[in-house]
């Protein structure tokens, strides 16, 4: 076997993955007083998804072989 590149095992080579600080949603609800004040998530600005860390965007998993 002969090392390469393969799919991001973390983001199946989507390159993002869903934001763990929001859930996916890209909104933070924060209960402030009586009333739910909802911010974009400043994790990934409101787009729910963020660069996958595990590949650093790049949708592709270095093997090296042994
Ligand atoms: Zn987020
Ligand atoms: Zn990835």
């Known amino acids: 076997m002969v090392g390469g590149l393969v799919d991001c095992p973390m983001c ?3 390159k993002k993955i869903g ?3 929001c859930g996916g949603s890209g909104i933070l609800r924060k ?4 009333s739910a004040v909802e911010t974009p998530c400043p994790a990934c600005h409101g787009n729910g998804v963020c660069q996958c860390t595990a590949c650093q965007g790049t ?6 072989p042994f």
């Open 12 to 14: 199946q080579g989507l």
């Open 19 to 21: 934001c763990p600080n």
């Open 31 to 34: 209960r402030h007083e009586e």
């Open 59 to 64: 949708g592709f998993k270095q093997v090296v």
